[in-house]
């Protein structure tokens, strides 16, 4: 057949509607080969998928912007409440009795029961068991309910955010990030460390832009709060025994008897009969000591005689509600007052010296610190005490030479201030202190304010565990009492303040909060 036939046949053929087999197959497998691109690009695309989504889901991205608390109108992502958690828990941790808390850092807190030690240091009322994870939720939310009622009025009384206030937010963000530095960390790495991995440094910033509207919105409040002479002294008189001061000294005979051990080392607890004896042994030491001390003897003297007894000297001691100081501040009323007291178990011989309210006047000093820091030195080493002395003597000239460049500048209140900003290794802005008290500080730099001869404008090097303090002498300020009395009207008033504005939000938990903590 010729080609020419062949071809008119196929087109009678297909004119007929009928399907050419060769077509037909040629159509059909280019139709299988289409849809195995089309299964192959499919499975392509679901992989990638799949990978974008594990990418984001181990970059806590999807979990993070969940939606874990709706508290009144307001919503708050997982993130955010995340950094909330952790803000309670950094506190935590930073509390100077963390070691009594009972909290292993290496489980799981939600598996962990706060002991009554933990509840009682962190003021938790609730007598039912509850876990550190527990904890930590609560504090959060009430942190959170806590912020947004004062980030709402600050809104309502239009106080906005200043020149002020970003410097102070660009302080608190510049020292993280110098902190991740030191710690060898990315400042990404460094806040998730510190708040979490759902904590992005977005969120992060976002915070802190809140708590520094908070924190001036509080100060602006606080900067208000003004009372008359009159005023504090009335609130004084009407509450004198929180204010004063006490001097006494008093013996204390022990009337408790300790448990001893049996022929087999077990524990022994004693009988009524041995605990009603050491009372009474105590009661009995306390009279003779009592009538000993009328005498003329002194009660150091007198104590040294006695193995249940001890002496206490006391010095501007506070009315904390105990046997002794309740007498001291409620019963005695002239020097030399004397009394045997007992609480039940123990006996006290007590003699009352005097009872004021702390009328020396408060100082305003500024100090520069120069710190040894020997944390880099070895202290098992032979040559540990030469090192040290070392760099100590290194930083004492350190200390030496900034005083010195004092001195050559304009040597005024100002310029020393400007000085700490940029060498003090630990102080407030201008290396400022104001109000200080007797006793606050460590004892070198307590008795260099507080010396009877000091005068404005002195300065000095004062040395003490932390280092050298470069002082500036600024000057005297309020009476201490007034101090005290003015700062306990203005916390009251700033908590009645605060409450105030506390709003009794809807709480509603969402999905997101599952991934909290």
């Not at 993280?176 to 710690?183: I, Q």
């Not at 510190?194 to 908070?214: A, C, N, R």
């Not at 304009?410 to 006793?439: H, R």
């Amino acid at each position: 057949m010729s080609a020419s036939r062949e071809m008119k046949n196929r087109q009678a053929f297909a004119a007929s509607g009928a399907i050419d087999p060769k077509v037909a197959r040629a159509a059909e497998e280019k139709a299988k080969q289409h849809k195995t691109n089309l299964l192959y690009g499919s499975i392509a695309v679901i992989f990638v998928v799949v990978a974008v989504l594990v990418l984001l889901w181990n970059s806590n991205v999807i979990q993070s912007g969940k939606t874990a608390l709706t508290v009144g109108d307001e919503t708050y992502s997982a993130a955010q409440v995340q950094y909330h958690y952790y803000a309670a828990y950094n506190e935590v941790r930073s509390s100077n009795y963390f070691a009594y808390m009972g909290v292993d850092t290496g489980k799981s807190l939600s598996s962990q029961t706060m002991s009554d030690t933990a509840k009682s240091l962190l003021g938790v009322t609730d007598t039912d068991s509850i876990t550190w994870d527990k904890y930590l939720r609560d504090k959060a939310l009430s942190n959170i309910k806590s912020s947004q009622s004062l980030l709402a009025a600050a809104r309502a009384e239009g106080f906005t955010w200043d020149d002020a206030m970003q410097a102070d937010y660009d302080s608190v963000i510049s020292s993280v990030k110098s902190a991740a530095k030191s710690a060898g960390y990315s400042y990404k790495n460094y806040v998730k460390a510190m708040y979490g991995t759902l904590v992005s440094t977005g969120v992060f910033e976002d915070m802190v832009k809140d708590s520094t509207m908070i924190t001036a919105f509080q100060n602006d409040y606080l900067d208000k709060l003004n009372y008359t002479d009159e005023q504090i002294e009335q609130y004084y008189q009407n509450n004198k025994s929180t204010f004063d001061v006490a001097s006494y000294d008093y013996i204390r005979f022990s009337g408790t008897t300790s448990a001893t051990k049996d022929e087999n080392g077990n524990t022994v607890d004693p009988t009524k009969e041995q605990m009603d004896a050491a009372i009474a042994a105590a009661r009995d030491s306390a009279n003779a000591a009592y009538d000993r001390f009328k005498s003329g003897e002194s009660m150091e003297a007198i104590a040294k005689d006695y193995e249940i007894a001890s002496y206490s000297p006391v010095t501007d001691g506070a009315n904390t509600g105990d046997t002794v100081s309740s007498w001291v501040f409620e019963k005695a009323e002239t020097a030399g007052e004397s009394t045997v007291l007992d609480d039940g178990t123990n006996y006290y011989v007590v003699q009352f010296h005097s009872r004021d309210r702390q009328t020396y006047n408060s100082v305003n000093v500024r100090h520069i610190l120069v710190r040894v820091d020997s944390s880099s030195l070895d202290s098992k080493s032979d040559t540990y005490s030469e090192d040290l002395e070392k760099l100590k003597s290194e930083k004492k000239a350190e200390a030496e030479k900034i005083l010195q460049e004092w001195k050559d500048g304009a040597a005024t209140e100002e310029s020393f201030g400007a000085l700490a900003d940029q060498y003090s290794d630990d102080s407030p802005e201008g290396g400022l202190y104001e109000q200080v008290y007797k006793g606050q500080m460590v004892s070198s730099f307590n008795d260099w304010c507080f010396d009877a001869a000091r005068k404005t404008g002195d300065t000095d090097i004062v040395e003490s565990s932390y280092g050298y303090h470069i002082m500036y002498f600024v000057g005297e300020d309020l009476p201490y009492w007034q101090v005290r009395v003015t700062n306990t009207m203005k916390n009251n008033d700033f908590s009645e303040w605060t409450e105030s504005l506390l709003q009794d939000y809807t709480v509603t938990e969402g999905s997101g909060m599952k991934y909290v903590g």
